[in-house]
């Protein structure tokens, strides 16, 4: 079955970086479009970044878009989230998914980042 587990998460003061990782099992990897998710306290989980089974196409939230890299590894079967100047706003826990505008897999235990002085 699919399986997602997110990582890299932690406590950062505002401006600076973190790089999240997500390790995908039990389907075709390279296949599938990946994105990153994060929902904060409150509010509604919400696309941030997503990256084509390629990784020709990527994509971005505005609020994220300059800051934020999304890549992919197919070979090692990880997606990853580079995330530059972080501000108290991205404040969440961010999840990985397969899919390119809609999660189409079940949701992993996600990583929290935490972006505050």
């Known amino acids: 079955q699919v399986q997602l587990v997110e990582s890299g998460g932690g406590l950062v003061q505002p401006g600076g970086s973190l790089r999240l990782s997500c390790a995908a099992s039990?389907?075709?990897?390279?296949?599938?479009?990946m994105s990153w998710y994060r929902q904060a306290p409150g509010k509604e989980r919400e696309l941030v970044a997503a990256?084509?089974?390629?990784?020709?196409?990527?994509k971005y939230a505005d609020s994220v878009k300059a800051r934020f890299t999304i890549s992919r590894d197919n070979a090692k079967r990880t997606v990853d989230l580079q995330m530059n100047s972080l501000k108290p706003e991205d404040t969440a826990i961010y999840y990985c998914?397969?899919?390119?505008?809609?999660?189409?897999?079940?949701w992993g235990q996600g990583t929290q980042v935490t972006v505050s002085s």
């Open positions: 998914n397969l899919g390119y505008s809609s999660p189409l897999g079940p």
């Open positions: 990256i084509s089974s390629a990784g020709g196409s990527k």
């Open positions: 039990g389907f075709t990897f390279g296949s599938y479009a």
